[in-house]
């Protein structure tokens, strides 16, 4: 059974940084592409990043583009987001998904983590 578990939310200022990590277990990391999406309060789930299984290819969500880091790092089973200059309108749940056909749409994605709360203050 495949399990997914990001890490790494928190409080942080506006203007300020953030890691988050995802760890995989259970399964053959290097097989899944893998995203990251992100819920606000009263908002929908929403694609913020994604990368291939070798991650020679990543995409992002134009909210984000610039400001965001996906990667990834197969021998560890794990993957990252280095999120800068952040924003209010950046505060959400932030989940992580592995999934054979990953790219942005959350019906690519077949496992999913609980999440981890990212909260900017302005």
């Known amino acids: 059974q495949v399990h997914v578990v990001e890490s790494g939310g928190g409080l942080v200022q506006a203007g300020g940084s953030l890691s988050l990590t995802c760890e995989v277990s259970?399964?053959?990391?290097?097989?899944?592409?893998m995203g990251w999406f992100r819920q606000a309060p009263g908002k929908e789930r929403e694609f913020v990043a994604a990368?291939?299984?070798?991650?020679?290819?990543?995409y992002y969500a134009d909210s984000v583009k610039g400001r965001v880091t996906i990667s990834r790092d197969n021998a560890k089973n794990t993957m990252y987001l280095q999120m800068n200059s952040l924003k209010s309108e950046d505060t959400a749940v932030y989940y992580c998904?592995?999934?054979?056909?990953?790219?942005?749409?959350?019906?690519?994605?077949?496992?999913w983590g609980q999440g981890t709360q990212v909260t900017v203050s302005s």
């Open positions: 259970g399964g053959t990391f290097s097989s899944f592409a």
């Open positions: 990368i291939s299984l070798t991650g020679g290819q990543t």
């Open positions: 998904a592995a999934g054979e056909l990953g790219y942005e749409f959350e019906y690519e994605y077949d496992y």
